[in-house]
């Protein structure tokens, strides 16, 4: 297994917001996580992240290639994030900074590993890989010279340079057009063609129905169900996974 949590909880303060999560996800796997505003799951994405604030306290095992993550310094954390586990957010523009150009920004997620040779080539492949057919113009442009679904492309070459194992993404496509939406769903099952594992948060069955092999639903920080792509949509069976499947 690449990734396997193991009776995750998570407390923030005195508020127990995940309970005994368990789940794993291999390498070429999609693994979507759906459930309602609040239900913990971008929680989930920063525990496996190292981002949660300080406050928090976790409990359980969170293995990545066999090692454990949970109480990993903030230096192995540094070697990890961005080369072997990275992240794409749900609003790119708020995670591209304004004041410095796409080629930079695209840059800087190499550099920070591998140095400094070879990076403009590699941040222009990022970006043609990211289905950006213009990479040199793009790579000389600004965040607000780009479209939504443009930005976020930018950020999915950021996540993908280093070639990481695990990519993670919290709710990629809620800012986008239904258009941009299907383009973007794409690029994460070409990812997950090329070997990646994916975990893909989301509370939209209808992401779920264009990318995930398996999906957990989480409700108020517990999972209620694990079930493959096909048997959630045939045959879901807790009453809170099929008040989100008829939402749909
Ligand atoms: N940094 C934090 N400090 C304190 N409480 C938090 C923090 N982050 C999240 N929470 C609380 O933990 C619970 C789970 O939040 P989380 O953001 O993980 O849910 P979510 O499923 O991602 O929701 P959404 O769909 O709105 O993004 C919520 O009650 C939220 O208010
Ligand atoms: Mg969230």
Same mark, same amino acid.
């Given at each position: ?5 193991? #009776? ?10 995940? $309970?005994?999560? #368990?789940?794993?996800? #291999? ?40 090692? +454990?993550?949970?109480? &990993?310094?903030?230096?192995?954390? !540094?070697?990890?994030?961005? !080369?072997?586990?990275?992240?794409? %957010?749900? +609003?790119?523009? =708020?995670?591209?900074?304004?004041? %410095? ?12 590993? *591998? ?5 403009? +080539?590699? =941040? ?5 890989? /990211?289905?950006? !057919?213009? /990479?040199? !113009? ?14 976020? $492309? ?10 990481? +194992?695990?990519?993670?993404?919290? @709710? ?15 690029? *994460? ?7 990646? =594992? ?26 209620? @169900?694990?079930?493959?792509? %096909?048997?959630? %949509?045939? #045959? ?7 008040? &989100? &499947?008829?939402? &749909?």
């Amino acid at each position: 297994m690449l990734l396997e949590v193991k #009776n995750l909880n998570l407390w923030y303060g005195g508020k127990h917001t995940l $309970r005994d999560i #368990n789940f794993s996800i #291999n390498l070429g796997e999609v693994l979507c996580v759906v459930g309602e505003s609040g239900s913990g799951k971008s929680s989930i994405l920063s525990a496996i992240m190292g981002l949660l604030p300080r406050y928090a306290k976790v409990s359980g095992s969170i293995k990545f290639k066999g090692k +454990e993550l949970i109480g &990993l310094s903030d230096n192995h954390y !540094r070697k990890l994030r961005g !080369r072997h586990i990275s992240m794409v %957010f749900q +609003e790119p523009s =708020a995670y591209l900074d304004p004041l %410095f150009k796409i080629g930079t920004q695209v840059e800087e997620a190499y550099v920070a590993h *591998f140095g400094k040779t070879g990076v403009k +080539e590699k =941040a222009l492949q990022a970006l043609k890989d /990211a289905g950006i !057919r213009d /990479a040199e !113009r793009v790579y000389n442009a600004y965040p607000h010279h780009l479209s939504g679904g443009m930005k976020q $492309r930018v950020c999915i070459a950021i996540a993908t340079i280093c070639d990481p +194992e695990l990519i993670l993404a919290d @709710e990629p496509t809620t800012a986008l057009d239904v258009s941009v939406q299907k383009k973007i769903l794409s690029l *994460f099952r070409h990812l997950k063609d090329k070997g990646k =594992a994916i975990v893909l948060v989301t509370h939209d069955f209808g992401v779920v129905a264009e990318v995930a092999d398996r999906v957990i639903v989480l409700k108020d920080g517990v999972i209620v @169900e694990e079930k493959d792509v %096909f048997n959630i %949509f045939d #045959n879901p069976e807790h009453p809170y996974t099929k008040r &989100l &499947l008829t939402a &749909l």
